[in-house]
């Protein structure tokens, strides 16, 4: 069996009989190549050079094993040109090395253009740890234990990426992160940190809906009516943030009975209906409205749901929502629904936490500025700005986006340069991959 088609675990287990508990593939900028850490791995170099959809010259991966979870830790650095791999960690299950792997570059690469578009002095990074059979996931002592793990990973990297919160991870987990590592964001406000950031994450994809709606000549939000899939802690933000602007009808699908119990008793008289849904069921992107948002899991926009949409536009939360960023962007200009790139109207929730270090201020005007209409990397600024030159160029709004995203990417740290290049360098000089 391929290396790549191995289960996460059978992977841990074959580099650990290999001697070693940590892996790399990094990119040379010298030859283009990607090199490994050791021979025998030989086949993930050449997994991501062939991998034209996810794999994008990334500065960085590297894996470890848990020394006591057994877990698969794994740590994404795509660009970061504009200073330190910044995203998330998180904390789910793969069935096989190669969706672990193309979860970590598409994210991370997520995050280079997210953080690019929102102005952050950060470069785009993610982190992952594999969900292992029977590993006590909601057990406290085994969090912990998982959690200092990924913790010691990420400061063995020596802040080529700085970890935050993301699915499956939560701020408990981030408090002990933060135990064992500086390189981190998103943590509980008891300890200094920024709290929750659903809320933020919600007002910016409103914003964005917002933009789209005034660039297509469409008004307001009010009396449209907006179908969300999925209901977790930003899509509950958000449906308040709608019904403040007086949306006509929202309708909601969710998995979870007391979830739907609990919303229901929380928008008791709105104009707000919650459907139930099973594993797989998307049925209800299918449902006519003005704007359906995604909220739930990746690559939900593919050539299965999209021919069933029967919405104008499509701004949601969730991240990666095309399963492939050039055919499914083309298949829903061709069918006139106007696609508002996840990674330019869900940054709050990088935004909120990102500059936490330099202190909290009521009202943060570093954090406001987002959600108006006056600054140039506002999200209704940057939203109305990527559909317009989709018109001008004849393009799809995510080859737009992605155009004037990658440019800021490129711009350097105004002081620290490409620092964590020589980072990542000195990592591969030193034989990270032999310590541990």
Request: glycine share 12%; aromatic share 6%.
């Amino acid at each position: 069996m391929s290396l790549v088609d191995l289960s996460p675990e059978a992977f841990a287990s074959h580099l650990l009989s290999l001697g070693q508990r940590r892996a790399y593939a990094v990119h040379d900028p010298r030859t283009g190549r990607v090199e490994v850490s050791h021979q025998a791995l030989a086949e993930l170099g050449e997994f991501l050079s062939a991998d034209n959809r996810d794999y994008d010259k990334h500065e960085g991966v590297f894996l470890e094993v848990g020394e006591r979870s057994g877990a698969l830790l794994g740590g994404f650095v795509h660009r970061s040109n504009r200073g330190q791999g910044q995203g998330g960690l998180r904390h789910w299950p793969y069935a096989s090395v190669a969706g672990f792997l193309r979860d970590g570059l598409r994210l991370a690469m997520g995050m280079t253009r997210k953080n690019a578009l929102a102005g952050l002095w950060w470069g785009g990074g993610k982190g992952l740890i594999a969900r292992v059979p029977g590993d006590g996931y909601r057990d406290p002592a085994a969090r912990d234990t998982l959690y200092s793990e990924y913790a010691r990973f990420v400061t063995s990297l020596r802040g080529c990426y700085i970890t935050a919160e993301d699915a499956g991870t939560g701020p408990e987990d981030m408090a002990t992160v933060h135990r064992h590592t500086r390189f981190v964001t998103c943590v509980p406000p008891a300890i200094g940190g920024s709290g929750n950031p659903s809320p933020a994450t919600a007002h910016g994809v409103v914003c964005a809906m917002e933009g789209a709606l005034d660039h297509l000549g469409l008004g307001t939000l009010e009396g449209k009516k907006v179908v969300m899939q999925g209901t977790g802690n930003v899509a509950t933000a958000m449906i308040g943030e709608l019904l403040r602007r007086k949306v006509g009808a929202i309708v909601a699908s969710e998995l979870s009975l007391e979830r739907r119990a609990a919303l229901a008793g929380l928008f008791a008289g709105a104009p707000v209906t919650l459907v139930p849904a099973q594993p797989g069921d998307n049925s209800v992107l299918a449902e006519p409205c003005d704007i359906l948002a995604p909220n739930a899991l990746g690559g939900i926009l593919n050539p299965d749901t999209i021919p069933t949409i029967q919405a104008r536009i499509i701004c949601g939360a969730a991240n990666n929502q095309l399963l492939d960023d050039v055919r499914d962007a083309q298949a829903l200009a061709a069918l006139g629904v106007v696609y508002i790139p996840d990674y330019l109207c869900n940054r709050m929730g990088i935004v909120n936490c990102a500059n936490e270090q330099y202190g909290q201020v009521p009202n943060d005007p570093a954090i406001s500025r987002h959600f108006g209409r006056e600054w140039d990397n506002s999200v209704y600024v940057i939203t109305r700005r990527a559909l317009e030159l989709a018109e001008q160029q004849s393009i799809t709004t995510a080859a737009a986006a992605n155009r004037l995203a990658d440019e800021l990417a490129r711009q350097p740290h105004p002081i620290w340069g490409h620092r964590t290049r020589a980072i990542i360098d000195g990592l591969v000089a030193d034989r990270w991959h032999l310590g541990g």
